[in-house]
């Protein structure tokens, strides 16, 4: 039996990497300034092959490019290919501070602005590039070539899937397990996929928006993809492929794909390692062609739920807002104003976050609940969202600021916010059927709604961050409702302070800080 069928597994990483007020108290250390990861990887010695940077910017209105299903038809030449890297994993912006430091801020957010997720491109009929291997290089927009020939065959092998043979590219995503545990420890594994998630997000949104085809494979052979990435399995791990373009010639048979060890500059002087976090990784991966189209047959149906429902306003269609222009002015709220958001403004970013994803498996995996704060013609309480019937289903009446705050690791974003999304699972069920993995994919999920539901607030002008949170605390809150759930991710929507902001919760606690992505 695969390791990934041993689903103690996740359920002990789970356990012992959830918060409580106790262990944040109890288990707090310092930050080592001095090995603070370097932003970038960079591979010194690789062929490099500059990114236009005339490319073709997304147009479509932000909304509608979020909910709708990236079928287009356009060809991938190198110019779309550049617009889709940066809208999804470029630097839109730096920030300079006194003594030359510098901040470099990505397309989408990454929890602590830490930005452990790396983009590689398997290019096989890309108008404009040569077919290879290629690692996506943001800091000078550019890619750098790890592999010559097209591997498309042997990654479609990894997926056991052949379409992705006749696809154009495959992005994968990656993540350096370092960048994110220097501040969070072994409970990094989980903004592994919350990370990848948001790009994923930002990524089908650019991908609908330039006309290109694209889909999501979360089920592949792990040791055969982080081989042809020659990624260092202590240190990192392929996260997540995504096939873009339309089906074109299927590609040639494949290379051997020999070991190699490109040079890279080390992130830090030091690293400190987290088993229990490679232990995640090990426990969830799948081990060969088989056991990868024996998983992906499983099936998941969200069970449906009695109770009363409020209705929710029609969605509106669209914002005025392109896709472009909301992910270069998308941020994380520092501070919320307490001020209210429309019932029609919450109720299209719930909408357009929630309506699926394009992969080989079902969405509905994580199940969403909201505190409501200050919304124009909703009651404040506790709330669960159906998004099927698109309406939101009332647990509980009151003015829950000061709790949203508390559950949200006491942080004033949670409970200052408009309203604050929690997304739980069912991850015994999620475990039973997908195996270890099945944690993978809750906290992808969650990941890709959090990034929809950045870019719908911020299409719609309002602000988004996203928060961690005390696992128990949040589950018992909404229980009984939630009896028998976890806890997955928390983002929280609302208007950016514009003056001194109120605190409805109590002081941070010494040696936290707020978790909220940028």
Request: overall charge negative; aromatic content about 10%.
């Amino acid at each position: 039996m695969s390791g990934n069928r041993h689903v103690e597994a996740a359920r002990r990483y789970h356990e012992a990497t959830a918060h409580s007020a106790q262990s944040i108290r109890s288990g707090g250390r310092g930050l080592d300034w001095d090995t603070k990861p370097e932003p970038f990887k960079i591979y010194p010695d690789l062929p490099v092959v500059a990114l236009p940077r005339d490319f073709p910017v997304p147009a479509l209105d932000a909304l509608a490019a979020i909910s709708t299903e990236p079928t287009g038809e356009a060809p991938l030449d190198l110019e779309r290919l550049a617009a889709l890297l940066f809208f999804s994993a470029g630097v839109t912006k730096r920030t300079s501070y006194p003594g030359g430091g510098a901040m470099y801020f990505r397309a989408a957010p990454s929890t602590g602005a830490l930005y452990q997720t790396e983009a590689y491109v398997v290019a096989g009929d890309v108008a404009g590039l040569e077919p290879g291997v290629y690692h996506f290089s943001p800091g000078d927009f550019a890619l750098r070539r790890l592999r010559e020939g097209d591997f498309r065959g042997a990654l479609a092998i990894a997926v056991a899937d052949d379409d992705l043979a006749s696809r154009p590219a495959t992005l994968i995503l990656s993540a350096i397990y370092w960048r994110n545990t220097w501040k969070y420890q072994a409970r990094g594994y989980r903004h592994l996929f919350w990370d990848s998630g948001t790009i994923l997000s930002n990524l089908l949104a650019a991908a609908t928006a330039l006309g290109l085809p694209a889909r999501a494979a979360t089920g592949f052979v792990d040791l055969e993809v982080n081989g042809l990435l020659a990624l260092d399995a202590e240190k990192e791990g392929a996260l997540l492929l995504a096939t873009v373009g339309g089906q074109g010639r299927p590609a040639p048979v494949s290379p051997v794909i020999a070991a190699i060890m490109p040079a890279v500059i080390p992130l830090s002087a030091s690293e400190v390692d987290y088993p229990l976090l490679r232990d995640a990784y090990e426990n969830s991966s799948l081990d060969g062609e088989s056991e990868v189209q024996g998983w992906r047959e499983a099936s998941w149906q969200r069970a449906p739920r009695p109770g009363a429902l409020v209705a929710l306003p029609t969605p509106r269609p669209s914002a005025g807002r392109t896709l472009a222009e909301t992910i270069l002015a998308r941020g994380s709220t520092r501070q919320f104003s307490g001020e209210a958001v429309g019932a029609v403004e919450l109720s299209a970013a719930l909408w357009h976050a929630t309506r699926g994803w394009p992969a080989d498996v079902p969405s509905g995996l994580v199940d969403l609940y909201l505190t409501v704060h200050a919304v124009d013609r909703i009651e404040p309480g506790a709330y669960g969202y159906r998004p099927e019937s698109h309406a939101l289903e009332l647990i509980k009446r009151g003015d829950f600021r000061e709790r949203s705050a508390f559950l949200c690791l006491e942080q004033p974003l949670g409970g200052m916010s408009s309203a604050t999304v929690f997304f739980l699972a069912d991850l015994d069920a999620l475990l039973e059927i997908y195996g270890n993995r099945g944690y993978r994919l809750a906290n992808l999920e969650a990941g890709l709604i959090g990034g929809r539901l950045y870019l719908a607030a911020y299409a719609q002008r309002f602000g988004a961050t996203g928060l961690t949170f005390y696992d128990r605390d949040v589950v018992d809150f909404f229980s009984p409702h939630a009896l028998g759930k976890d806890a997955i991710f928390v983002t929280a929507l609302g208007r950016s302070v514009k003056g001194p902001a109120r605190s409805p919760a109590p002081r941070q606690i010494k040696g936290t800080s707020p978790d909220s992505a940028s």
